[in-house]
């Protein structure tokens, strides 16, 4: 599964930076930026549902 | 058992009220991005979201221990359709008012993700209509209105609710205050007409 | 800039009489994806995506549009075809229409090339009609997406890509593309494949620009030597200092002559052929402050729409300008090259992207005038010691 980034939705509100700190970093503006590609590994698969849950914004998707 | 009635409506009606002031404040504080009152963002959002569900649950119990009080003589109609009561219909009426809002707010959030974000987005800015209807429905209705303890409630509730958009009008609350706006170039919006 | 100099090669700028190219030929769909797909034709709006791959893609009943929006200031090609040859620029329509059972065509463009469009739609019987619609001129009103958005009457900005363009029933070919194609269907993938190279066949229009003597479009085959191609428009005006090529989203390689412009020969530099955009840096013109221009350019054209390019972007052009004015400051060039690879691959288009490519190939291509600017000179003007 991968974690994909609507980028015209993003508001960099924090949120899937905090759920998923695994994956995911902050840039100067308080954008998520991935850090090692956007394959969500198996164990993550949880906190990158609750990631996507609780996006403010609707702007995080897990897609196959 | 008719007292008990009495007093759980009242009782659970201003437990909402300051559910609805946490929730209220909550939900401008995650629209801050920094972690606000100590708490982490996504416990922000989490806490806002679960305070909201509690409060529906004590407005619904306020609403059934009316229907069943034979003193508030309320109608099964009077819960869903404002100011249509006998018993003080216009501050009745902000309560049904009131409670129809927050059901408009809670279902739209709960299925956000198949409505999508404007939709969601534009139904939750009634929010700032329905914490000020909760909050004059309580005030004008009901045997407490007047009681030195209800405006103590009531006064604290504002302050919150005025604090946390002072917090939010503020330079400093967004947590980059240099961060450029996102909005469509101007030239790059729809101008075109059809040639042919 | 849409004049049309001496050809290298004389394919899509050869019937500019009233010769014609000819009748076009009834196809069908699969005759039209194979003849795409053996002919080897890529997409010439600068992605080079397989034409065939998108063809397959599409569901019947999708909306072709031909894209001549153009948005690149440094290139011309487009509007020149457009003037030019918009027969085969139509006809190439027809046919992606054919090939994808469409039901309705488009053709997007900038608002001066379309008035003269019209007479030529008037005297064609197209089986599909064509609308014309006015591209905004502006840099990313081109990008396939945004050209969806803009032929549906809103904004020409790029949208999210989680779901292909094919596959929400839109074909968009750029200009050129279609206008290779049209002559495909003509003269047949093997005569296609007589120019170019055995990977990357067939001819490409280039805008050459800069310091040449006679800038304007010429045409070519992949892996046309960079000379040859600066002397089809006049030669080099001047001694060269670098060139850039791929436009403002591409990337400078050195004046070297004998370079071929194809992908795999410009890869190297982390540069490609993209949309044939070629501008010559002559040796008393500074390569840094040329690019603290562009990259300057490209953060005002930012659609708005994504964080990390509404932000980056102008940061970037911020640092490269303090560079480009020979700041003091030790880490710019280092800043520079952390901006291009965190904007990088986040937004919703190639926006991000390409401005950091163009960023990154300026830090290469530059190194010693970076060394230069920091000490408080420039090679541009003191001339190499």
Same mark, same amino acid.
């Given at each position: 599964m991968r974690l994909h980034i609507d980028w015209t939705a993003c508001? @960099?509100? @924090?949120v899937c930076t905090e759920l998923l700190t695994e994956m995911l970093t902050e840039d100067d503006w308080g954008f998520p930026v991935l850090r090692n590609g956007d394959t969500v590994p198996p164990p993550l698969d949880g906190a990158a549902r609750r990631a996507v849950d609780r996006c403010p914004m609707l702007a995080l998707r897990l897609v196959t | 058992m008719t007292d008990a009635l009495w007093y759980f409506a009242r009782g659970s009606g201003v437990v909402s009220l300051l559910l609805l002031t946490v929730v209220v404040a909550l939900g401008i504080g995650s629209r801050s991005g920094r972690p606000a009152f100590g708490l982490p963002r996504f416990a922000v959002s989490l806490l806002h979201r679960n305070a909201a569900l509690l409060a529906i649950v004590f407005l619904v119990g306020h609403v059934l221990s009316l229907l069943f009080d034979p003193y508030a003589q309320l109608r099964l109609l009077d819960t869903v359709l404002?100011?249509?009561?006998?018993?003080r219909p216009v501050w009745q009426g902000l309560g049904t008012l009131g409670f129809d809002l927050l059901v408009a707010l809670v279902g739209t959030s709960l299925l956000r993700h198949r409505l999508g974000a404007r939709v969601w987005r534009t139904v939750h800015w009634l929010a700032y209509l329905c914490w000020p209807v909760a909050l004059l429905h309580g005030l004008g209705t009901g045997t407490d209105n007047g009681t030195w303890w209800l405006w103590a409630i009531s006064i604290a509730c504002v302050v919150v609710v005025v604090a946390a958009l002072a917090w939010r009008i503020s330079p400093n609350f967004s947590r980059f205050p240099a961060r450029a706006d996102r909005a469509v170039a101007p030239r790059l919006r729809p101008h075109l007409e059809e040639v042919k | 800039m849409t004049s049309v100099v001496e050809q290298v090669e004389r394919r899509l700028l050869a019937g500019t009489g009233a010769a014609g190219p000819g009748r076009l030929p009834v196809l069908d769909p699969s005759q039209i994806i194979g003849m795409a797909r053996d002919a080897g034709l890529t997409g010439r709006g600068g992605a080079g995506f397989p034409v065939w791959r998108k063809l397959t893609a599409v569901a019947p009943g999708s909306v072709v549009i031909a894209n001549g929006a153009e948005g690149e200031p440094a290139s011309g090609k487009d509007r020149a075809l457009l003037a030019y040859q918009p027969d085969l620029v139509l006809d190439g329509l027809q046919l992606i229409g054919m090939a994808a059972r469409a039901g309705t065509a488009h053709l997007y463009a900038p608002k001066a090339a379309l008035a003269p469009l019209r007479a030529v739609l008037a005297a064609r019987h197209d089986r599909l009609p064509v609308t014309l619609h006015a591209a905004p001129d502006a840099f990313v009103s081109g990008e396939e997406t945004a050209v969806v958005s803009a032929i549906g009457g809103r904004a020409a900005v790029p949208s999210d890509k989680r779901i292909r363009t094919v596959d929400k029933g839109f074909l968009v070919q750029n200009v050129e593309t279609l206008a290779h194609l049209a002559l495909i269907a003509r003269h047949g993938p093997g005569w296609f494949r007589t120019a170019g190279t055995a990977d990357e066949p067939g001819t490409f229009l280039a805008t050459v620009s800069g310091a040449v003597r006679r800038p304007g479009v010429v045409e070519a085959g992949y892996g046309v030597r960079l000379g040859e191609l600066i002397a089809a428009a006049g030669g080099p005006a001047a001694e060269l200092r670098a060139v850039l090529i791929g436009g403002y989203h591409g990337g400078w390689v050195p004046a070297d002559p004998a370079l071929p412009v194809s992908r795999r020969a410009l890869e190297p530099y982390g540069a490609a052929p993209g949309a044939g955009v070629i501008v010559a840096l002559p040796r008393n013109a500074c390569g840094l402050s040329e690019t603290a221009r562009i990259v300057g350019y490209l953060a005002d054209q930012v659609a708005g729409q994504c964080g990390p390019c509404v932000n980056g972007l102008p940061r970037m052009a911020g640092t490269l300008a303090d560079l480009a004015a020979r700041r003091p400051e030790p880490g710019l060039a280092a800043e520079a090259q952390r901006l291009a690879r965190l904007v990088s691959g986040r937004g919703a288009c190639r926006h991000p992207d390409g401005t950091a490519r163009l960023v990154l190939s300026a830090m290469r291509a530059f190194e010693a005038d970076v060394a230069a600017h920091l000490n408080g000179r420039c090679l541009a003007v003191e001339g190499p010691r």
């Open positions: 508001d @960099g509100r @924090g | 404002p100011f249509a009561g006998h018993y | -």
